[in-house]
């Protein structure tokens, strides 16, 4: 019997985004005016000295070269499940948080855990083209939801309502939104964790950009008030 397996990494996910962004920097004349570039997530400068010094001393540290905790270091996870209570006034212990290496890998993990090849995933259009590349990579049908320019880019619960089929597993929100900027108000992320919970799927709530809300929005929702939050939410943070 001959088995053929086939590395998901060689699937067709399109031309990536941003070397094609970087070719339009680097082929523009300056005409305008000077470019700006608003990327983030890329700092221009270097990290602090104090910051440097503590990564040399980890480095030198035997402990750094061995395997870690598997959900990540007890004490990082239990300052975040500390700052998501306090944040989110609720009761979030260390044993609900798990560390990855960044949030694309945090993404990855849930689309493993909550889906496989042929199933469905709805994610709100314009998508961050990284959400996209996985769920393809992975065998998972992207099912677009378009959100409409004139309102605000903020996806409506309805539509989503119609888009669910017997293959979708979960409904992806990311608020404040990349690349729109969009802000979902609580409201409408309420009706999406409803909706979740009467068709039994997963809302995967990433709020990597939640520290960048406008002044006096500290608390972008109320779904850790709910009990069952367990039962349906999957919430990322970066």
């Excluded at 300056?30 to 440097?52: E, F, M, N, T, V």
């Excluded at 990284?130 to 959100?147: A, D, F, K, S, V």
Aim: glycine letters at 10%; one cysteine or more; proline letters at 10%.
């Amino acid at each position: 019997m001959t088995a053929l397996v086939l590395n998901p990494l060689l699937l067709d996910t399109g031309s990536p985004p941003i070397p094609e962004a970087k070719a339009w920097l680097a082929a523009y004349d300056g005409r305008h005016g000077a470019a700006i570039d608003l990327s983030q997530a890329a700092p221009g400068g270097a990290p602090p000295p104090a910051l440097l010094a503590r990564a040399a001393e980890a480095a030198g540290s035997a402990d750094s070269a061995r395997y870690g905790p598997i959900q990540g270091n007890a004490g990082l996870r239990a300052a975040l499940a500390a700052d998501m209570a306090d944040v989110y006034g609720a009761a979030i212990g260390p044993g609900e948080v798990a560390i990855t290496a960044g949030c694309n890998q945090a993404f990855v993990a849930a689309m493993m855990a909550l889906a496989k090849a042929g199933d469905a995933v709805i994610v709100p259009t314009p998508w961050y083209f990284n959400h996209q590349m996985t769920l393809q990579m992975l065998g998972i049908r992207c099912t677009p939801l378009p959100c409409a320019p004139g309102a605000g880019f903020v996806p409506d619960p309805a539509e989503a309502r119609r888009l669910i089929d017997g293959a979708t597993r979960a409904i992806v929100l990311v608020s404040p939104n990349n690349p729109t900027g969009a802000v979902y108000p609580p409201a409408v992320i309420a009706a999406f964790a409803r909706l979740a919970q009467e068709a039994g799927i997963a809302l995967v709530l990433d709020e990597t950009y939640r520290d960048f809300m406008p002044e006096g929005g500290r608390r972008p929702h109320e779904l850790f008030a709910d009990p069952a939050w367990r039962e349906t939410l999957v919430h990322l943070y970066s």
